[in-house]
């Protein structure tokens, strides 16, 4: 089992090493999700892989963004440098990304980043056959999920265990995106998650505590609980978060999680020395499969430091808080910190405080009533000190082989066989006075300097010779040079191979391409309402928000009707799947089937590996949660058989233009309703309603930010939450460019819409769209355009 270290900089990845780290992950200076980190340069890259290979550290980088079309040229180059510098694998997120990377470097072997949302075992294997090697599954799954996965999957698998958590499934969130402009598919999150919202009702009664903001903004995620049970799984690799982290956070876990491991300590007190590095607070996140209130950070999301005690009385009088202690800290420069009654975090500062040592007690005048179950917590206003960890050097012994009259030969030799041996044009010469001994050869190539290696050991044939300080040295050179070479040529022979595309899916018959304006219902009466307004293609089910669940009378029904309109149709699959879902899903696709729509929308890869499963025959399009970027992504789905792809909800007009312009299949866009900004199993319904969670379909809850905006929420069948734009998105007036470019179908969400007001969407698209109409007015009177115009960071 691999630890997965972050590496921030060329100052952290040396850290990861000498901490014990088995792999480190890394981003170049481009294309890659954490931009704020330092990164690598090409220079910076060739030195962090020369040093991980010779310490049989394994280097992945992560190319984890959407790739647009203007930088393909740039990207390939990239990944041919990648691929000459042997980095072990690469991270990707963009499906067109991995097929560049097939087509420039076959050798390089491609992991599947969590931003692919994969959260069950058919996307896995979907993802196998496509060539990759590995998968990082989703942070969503339970211990239980993940151990039927590992036990079934044909890859390798990887998980994280510790540090900071996205609230929304990873590569499902526009949150950022939409609010800012700033995508966490291109690397640049805002994290709004991380801002205080209120969460409020229809009539806009708050729901949450007025000191519990932070309803979006998880803990870091702890895993000290579970590692002996992760260790008798299959996983393959456990990750740790914090490429953007310091470095003595990198050693701490590193270290403290090899500890763990190897039995020399227990999870308390790992636990313990993880709490002294950067965290929001500690959560099992979804290990044992439940989360509520106390996943979530709520009273503020940044550090609060290291907890050292937690209160236990208050004299009102005196204004006085004392707190029973763990400890107290060594150094005294620093503050406390401890939450508030109307949840703020309020600071104490050591002079201030007065500890009696007798009953391990700390007491202090407070200038905020303190919370009434409040812990104390300690942060030293001191930097923290740099790890200066040597990394181990690697044992060479040497054999000095000097015979007078013949030239020098040195053989140097690991601790693992690998062993290169340097014939020196120097010839041996007798020696006139004092013959060489051991003692000087072993001086002299003892001196390896700041190389890999350190001298364990020299054998020297006996004779009356003399081997000058100067050749010595030079040997010495020649010798870890090679060995240098040799050792690198080892990992790769080791560790490189091409692995094989082994796709077998049977091509689905192709439907005509059909300029429509498409109604995307989740429920009868809105399918009802659309073919009222003579909508032509009606895509049905998916996610439902009403409490209730799909039946196959359901998609019977609708195809029905959809027919007797004459409108085409399709049915939906859910957003997303987990391992624990997997036999539910299944018989919802095989009730699909049963109904003989036209076509599936699927919305993750484990639909397109069911379909191959269960209906290869079957057409299907391809839903936006795909986040089909780039012309490498349409050529993807297009060779797999898609009948139509709906575009990322990211692109600008000029990007869908440049698209269509190499592109002759159907394609849509999400151009009416509420966009779907975040989908989570966060159910803020469960966390602060009823605990079981039965009517949240009905209820018409919100988040309401800092400006007053307000962002519905809805729950699906499956407990998960979606959370959706403050305002709707209405295309209407750039329909004309984008029939012009090419476009063949306009989408209308009609999620959270009235029927009123799907009515009136419908009317007025279906003018637009298929009567060639003039744009007069619009569906909302407040809508967005989405990124039509004003794109992504």
Same mark, same amino acid.
């Given at each position: 089992?691999?630890?997965?270290?972050?590496?921030?900089?060329?100052?952290?990845?040396?850290?990861?090493?000498?901490?014990?780290?088995?792999?480190?992950?890394?981003?170049?200076?481009?294309?890659?999700?954490?931009?704020?980190?330092?990164?690598?340069?090409?220079?910076?890259?060739?030195?962090?892989?020369?040093?991980?290979?010779?310490?049989?550290?394994?280097?992945?980088?992560?190319?984890?963004?959407?790739?647009?079309?203007?930088?393909?040229?740039?990207?390939?180059?990239?990944?041919?440098?990648?691929?000459?510098?042997?980095?072990?694998?690469?991270?990707? &997120?963009?499906?067109?990304?991995?097929?560049?990377?097939?087509?420039?470097?076959?050798?390089?072997?491609?992991?599947?980043?969590?931003?692919?949302?994969?959260?069950?075992?058919? !996307?896995?294997?979907?993802?196998?056959?496509?060539?990759?090697?590995?998968?990082?599954?989703?942070?969503?799954?339970?211990?239980?999920?993940?151990?039927?996965?590992?036990? &079934?999957?044909?890859?390798?698998?990887?998980?994280?265990?510790?540090?900071?958590?996205?609230?929304?499934?990873? !590569?499902?969130?526009?949150?950022?995106?939409?609010?800012?402009?700033?995508?966490?598919?291109?690397?640049?999150?805002?994290?709004?998650?991380?801002?205080?919202?209120?969460?409020?009702?229809?009539?806009?009664?708050?729901?949450?505590?007025?000191?519990?903001?932070?309803?979006?903004?998880?803990?870091?995620?702890?895993?000290?609980?579970?590692?002996?049970?992760?260790?008798?799984?299959?996983?393959?690799?456990?990750?740790?978060?914090?490429?953007?982290?310091?470095?003595?956070?990198?050693?701490?876990?590193?270290?403290?999680?090899?500890?763990?491991?190897?039995?020399?300590?227990?999870?308390?007190?790992? &636990?313990?020395?993880?709490?002294?590095?950067?965290?929001?607070?500690?959560?099992?996140?979804?290990?044992?499969?439940?989360?509520?209130?106390?996943?979530?950070?709520?009273?503020?999301?940044?550090?609060?430091?290291?907890?050292?005690?937690?209160?236990?009385?208050?004299?009102?009088?005196?204004?006085?808080?004392?707190?029973?202690?763990?400890?107290?800290?060594?150094?005294?420069?620093?503050?406390?910190?401890?939450?508030?009654?109307?949840?703020?975090?309020?600071?104490?500062?050591?002079?201030?405080?007065?500890?009696?040592?007798?009953?391990?007690?700390?007491?202090?005048?407070?200038?905020?009533?303190?919370?009434?179950?409040?812990?104390?917590?300690?942060?030293?206003?001191?930097?923290?000190?740099?790890?200066?960890?040597?990394?181990?050097?690697?044992?060479?012994?040497?054999?000095?082989?000097?015979?007078?009259?013949?030239?020098?030969?040195?053989?140097?030799?690991?601790?693992?066989?690998?062993?290169?041996?340097?014939?020196?044009?120097?010839?041996?010469?007798?020696?006139?006075?004092?013959?060489?001994?051991?003692?000087?050869?072993?001086?002299?190539?003892?001196?390896?300097?700041?190389?890999?290696?350190?001298?364990?050991?020299?054998?020297?044939?006996?004779?009356?010779?003399?081997?000058?300080?100067?050749?010595?040295?030079?040997?010495?050179?020649?010798?870890?040079?090679?060995?240098?070479?040799?050792?690198?040529?080892?990992?790769?022979?080791?560790?490189?191979?091409?692995?094989?595309?082994?796709?077998?899916?049977?091509?689905?018959?192709?439907?005509?391409?059909?300029?429509?304006?498409?109604?995307?219902?989740?429920?009868?009466?809105?399918?009802?309402?659309?073919?009222?307004?003579?909508?032509?293609?009606?895509?049905? !089910?998916?996610?439902?928000?009403?409490?209730?669940?799909?039946?196959?009378?359901?998609?019977?029904?609708?195809?029905?009707?959809?027919?007797?309109?004459?409108?085409?149709?399709?049915?939906?699959?859910?957003?997303? #799947?987990?391992?624990?879902?997997?036999?539910?899903?299944?018989?919802?696709?095989?009730?699909?089937?049963?109904?003989?729509?036209?076509?599936?929308?699927?919305?993750?890869?484990?639909?397109?590996?069911?379909?191959?499963?269960?209906?290869?025959?079957?057409?299907?399009?391809?839903?936006?949660?795909?986040?089909?970027?780039?012309?490498?992504?349409?050529?993807?789905?297009?060779?797999?058989?898609?009948?139509?792809?709906?575009?990322?909800?990211?692109?600008?007009?000029?990007?869908?233009?440049?698209?269509?312009?190499?592109?002759?299949?159907?394609?849509?866009?999400?151009?009416?309703?509420?966009?779907?900004?975040?989908?989570?199993?966060?159910?803020?319904?469960?966390?602060?309603?009823?605990?079981?969670?039965?009517?949240?379909?009905?209820?018409?809850?919100?988040?309401?930010?800092?400006?007053?905006?307000?962002?519905?929420?809805? #729950?699906?069948?499956?407990?998960?939450?979606?959370?959706?734009?403050?305002?709707?998105?209405?295309?209407?007036?750039?329909?004309?460019?984008?029939?012009?470019?090419?476009?063949?179908?306009?989408?209308?969400?009609?999620?959270?819409?009235?029927?009123?007001?799907?009515?009136?969407?419908?009317?007025?698209?279906?003018?637009?769209?298929?009567?060639?109409?003039?744009?007069?007015?619009?569906?909302?009177?407040?809508?967005?355009?989405?990124?039509?115009?004003? !794109?992504?960071?």
């Amino acid at each position: 089992m691999e630890l997965l270290a972050p590496a921030g900089s060329l100052a952290h990845l040396k850290t990861a090493v000498a901490a014990g780290a088995d792999a480190v992950y890394l981003g170049g200076k481009a294309f890659s999700a954490r931009q704020s980190a330092a990164n690598f340069d090409h220079e910076e890259l060739r030195e962090a892989v020369t040093l991980c290979h010779l310490h049989d550290v394994a280097v992945y980088v992560t190319v984890n963004i959407l790739v647009a079309d203007a930088e393909t040229e740039p990207f390939k180059h990239f990944i041919r440098e990648l691929a000459e510098l042997s980095v072990d694998a690469v991270i990707v &997120q963009d499906i067109g990304v991995a097929q560049i990377i097939r087509r420039e470097a076959p050798l390089l072997a491609i992991h599947g980043s969590t931003q692919m949302s994969v959260s069950d075992l058919a !996307g896995v294997e979907f993802l196998a056959k496509e060539g990759f090697t590995r998968v990082v599954l989703a942070r969503e799954l339970s211990l239980t999920e993940i151990q039927e996965i590992t036990e &079934q999957a044909s890859i390798e698998i990887e998980i994280f265990i510790h540090g900071a958590l996205c609230v929304s499934y990873s !590569g499902q969130c526009l949150m950022s995106s939409f609010i800012g402009g700033r995508s966490g598919n291109r690397g640049a999150c805002a994290q709004p998650c991380r801002m205080p919202y209120d969460l409020v009702d229809a009539s806009g009664g708050r729901k949450n505590p007025a000191a519990e903001q932070y309803v979006l903004s998880p803990k870091d995620m702890i895993s000290t609980d579970v590692i002996a049970e992760l260790a008798q799984t299959k996983v393959a690799s456990l990750k740790i978060e914090g490429r953007m982290k310091q470095i003595p956070y990198v050693y701490t876990t590193v270290k403290t999680y090899w500890q763990l491991i190897d039995g020399e300590i227990n999870a308390q007190a790992a &636990q313990t020395m993880l709490a002294k590095s950067f965290n929001r607070g500690f959560t099992k996140a979804y290990w044992y499969d439940s989360v509520g209130r106390d996943y979530l950070t709520r009273f503020a999301p940044n550090y609060h430091g290291e907890p050292i005690g937690i209160l236990t009385k208050i004299d009102k009088n005196k204004e006085l808080a004392v707190f029973a202690m763990s400890h107290i800290p060594a150094n005294a420069n620093g503050v406390y910190k401890y939450i508030a009654k109307d949840g703020g975090l309020c600071y104490v500062a050591g002079k201030d405080v007065t500890y009696q040592s007798g009953k391990k007690e700390l007491y202090f005048h407070y200038a905020e009533f303190p919370k009434e179950d409040t812990k104390l917590y300690w942060q030293s206003s001191e930097q923290p000190a740099n790890v200066t960890a040597d990394i181990i050097a690697i044992p060479t012994y040497w054999d000095v082989h000097a015979v007078v009259g013949e030239p020098l030969r040195v053989k140097v030799r690991t601790e693992e066989g690998i062993a290169v041996e340097i014939v020196s044009d120097f010839n041996v010469p007798m020696a006139r006075t004092q013959p060489t001994d051991l003692n000087l050869v072993k001086t002299q190539l003892s001196r390896l300097g700041n190389t890999a290696f350190v001298l364990e050991g020299v054998t020297l044939t006996e004779g009356h010779f003399m081997l000058p300080k100067s050749v010595l040295n030079h040997v010495r050179t020649q010798a870890q040079t090679a060995l240098t070479e040799a050792i690198l040529q080892t990992y790769k022979e080791r560790h490189f191979q091409a692995v094989p595309t082994v796709y077998d899916r049977v091509k689905p018959h192709v439907l005509p391409s059909l300029k429509s304006a498409v109604v995307r219902a989740r429920t009868l009466a809105q399918v009802e309402t659309a073919l009222a307004e003579k909508a032509n293609e009606i895509i049905f !089910g998916g996610d439902i928000f009403t409490g209730e669940t799909y039946t196959a009378q359901d998609y019977a029904q609708v195809v029905m009707r959809s027919r007797q309109h004459h409108a085409r149709v399709g049915l939906a699959m859910p957003r997303l #799947t987990r391992q624990k879902e997997a036999a539910e899903v299944d018989r919802m696709l095989q009730d699909m089937v049963a109904a003989q729509p036209d076509f599936i929308l699927i919305h993750a890869y484990s639909d397109a590996q069911r379909l191959a499963e269960f209906a290869p025959q079957m057409p299907f399009y391809v839903a936006p949660t795909l986040n089909v970027f780039n012309q490498e992504s349409l050529r993807f789905w297009q060779q797999h058989g898609a009948s139509a792809i709906f575009l990322s909800q990211e692109l600008t007009l000029a990007q869908i233009r440049g698209i269509l312009r190499q592109y002759d299949g159907s394609l849509g866009v999400y151009a009416c309703g509420r966009t779907e900004l975040m989908v989570t199993e966060n159910n803020l319904y469960s966390a602060y309603g009823d605990e079981k969670c039965t009517d949240h379909g009905v209820r018409n809850w919100s988040l309401r930010d800092r400006l007053g905006k307000e962002f519905p929420l809805q #729950t699906d069948q499956f407990g998960r939450m979606h959370i959706f734009n403050s305002v709707p998105t209405d295309m209407a007036p750039a329909l004309a460019r984008l029939s012009q470019y090419g476009v063949h179908k306009v989408v209308i969400d009609a999620a959270l819409l009235s029927q009123n007001e799907l009515a009136q969407a419908v009317k007025i698209y279906t003018a637009l769209w298929l009567q060639d109409a003039e744009f007069t007015n619009e569906v909302f009177p407040q809508a967005t355009r989405g990124h039509l115009q004003r !794109g992504i960071m």
